[in-house]
């Protein structure tokens, strides 16, 4: 099967070769960015093709513009798949991506100026969640709970001290850098004490909860929001879920026309392709691998003397903390980049570098399970990233790691049914 950049290798050579680029950038290197992954080639092609020619602003049945019987069927599949995936009565699946998503529910369930409550960004929150920089610190009134020091988990005696305080009108649940298990039965309580609706952002682990393996917001929140590209291994994209007919026509009406115009009908369509996908058994054994991955290198970095925040991982990711070494998260994210290993650098709790610095490095599994690696090649993976932070200056010796990176990654073919 070509590539299906292919097309372009003649008509446009440049943006061919910056394709090609990143595609040998890919397989040549180990990904380890905590909210990537490799989604199908099924689910690529999904996106590459005439749906996305097409403008349907509305909902299935209900739209804009003619001709829309044919995307009206794909997006009403996409539904009826996503709400089956994760046992939700409703579902809206154009939010453009996870922020769009937010945006969509925020913007309904609150105005402007009402308070809401999230994690702090520094402490693993994000960016949407009431970030001054974002749409959400500048519209609302944001708060936010932070980890427990010393355990660095989220205390919910804390979180229900602060909502009382506080009184949200939403009251967030969910992370982009946390790697424990969330209470959602808890967070609703908390959140019916003091009259808030609660919101999950599940965009990290949506894989995981999909596969049984994080206990489920669904049955709690008010509304899940998620990415569909991170644990769920589909297109970038997001999509909200709610139980409650009583919000649908608002949470519909957020999305379209309160923050977003034509639904992209193509990604929608790889939308449907990926829940599908989610929910085959395959899809269970796969989220199996990314959480043992994720337990496995925690234990060999330990072993090598990290250490983690939270002192390990119940998911698909780890936080390394440096805080009480020499090395910062920017020099460790750029000495691992140097050997075809990519990470992100991340505040940790109680960071005392700044925030373009950090002593933190972020570290998920879901690509390179993807990839086919296996707990025991996350052993190489703990050496390698413990010689880069013993020779974080040493260019030569990285240079040298590089190769046995790269030759080692070349073993796991990524998209194998492509050829040139
Ligand atoms: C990644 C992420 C998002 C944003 O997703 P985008 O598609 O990048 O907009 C929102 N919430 C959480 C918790 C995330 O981790």
Redesign the pocket.
């Known amino acids: 099967m070509q590539k299906p950049w292919e097309i372009l290798q003649n008509k446009d050579p440049q943006v061919y070769q910056l394709i090609e680029a990143e595609f040998k950038r890919q397989q040549d290197g180990l990904e380890l960015i905590a909210?990537e992954n490799f989604a199908s080639a099924e689910v690529i092609a999904s996106m590459g093709n005439v749906l996305a020619n097409k403008y349907a602003e509305g909902l299935p049945g209900k739209r804009y513009y003619g001709g829309c019987e044919v995307v009206d069927a794909v997006e009403t599949l996409a539904i009826e798949r996503l709400t089956r995936l994760f046992g939700a009565k409703f579902a809206n699946v154009q939010p453009h991506?996870?922020?769009?998503?937010?945006a969509a529910v925020f913007l309904v369930l609150a105005k402007p100026g009402d308070r809401i409550l999230g994690l702090d960004l520094a402490h693993g929150?994000?960016?949407?969640?009431g970030a001054k920089v974002n749409f959400s610190g500048v519209i609302y009134e944001s708060h936010f709970y932070q980890l427990e020091a010393g355990s660095d988990l989220i205390d919910m005696n804390q979180v229900r001290e602060h909502a009382h305080r506080v009184k949200p009108k939403i009251l967030i649940a969910?992370?982009?850098a946390y790697s424990r298990t969330l209470d959602f039965a808890e967070f609703r309580r908390i959140a019916d004490e003091v009259g808030a609706y609660l919101v999950v952002?599940?965009?990290?682990i949506a894989g995981l909860v999909a596969a049984g393996l994080h206990p489920s917001p669904v049955p709690h929140a008010h509304v899940v929001?998620t990415?569909t590209?991170?644990t769920l291994r589909g297109p970038?994209?997001?999509v909200i879920l709610w139980n409650d007919e009583s919000l649908s026509k608002e949470i519909n009406k957020g999305v379209f026309p309160g923050t977003q115009g034509g639904p992209l009908e193509h990604v929608i369509a790889a939308k449907a392709v990926c829940f599908q996908e989610a929910l085959q058994p395959s899809f269970k054994d796969y989220q199996l691998d990314v959480v043992r991955n994720a337990n496995t290198l925690a234990n060999a970095l330990i072993e090598r003397g990290f250490k983690l925040v939270s002192g390990g991982t119940d998911n698909h990711l780890l936080l390394i903390n440096l805080s009480d070494t020499p090395v910062s998260g920017k020099q460790l994210e750029e000495a691992l980049g140097k050997i075809a290993i990519t990470v992100n650098k991340n505040t940790v709790p109680g960071e005392k570098r700044s925030p373009f610095v950090t002593s933190g490095i972020r570290i998920g599994t879901p690509a390179v399970t993807t990839r086919g690696l296996r707990q025991a090649d996350m052993e190489h993976i703990a050496n390698w990233v413990k010689q880069a932070f013993d020779h974080v200056a040493d260019d030569a010796y990285l240079a040298k790691l590089k190769g046995e990176v790269e030759s080692f990654a070349r073993r796991f073919p990524l998209y194998p049914n492509w050829t040139s």
């Open positions: 909210s991506s996870g922020a769009q998503a937010n929150g994000h960016l949407t969640h969910g992370a982009s952002d599940m965009a990290h929001t990415t590209h991170k970038r994209g997001g």
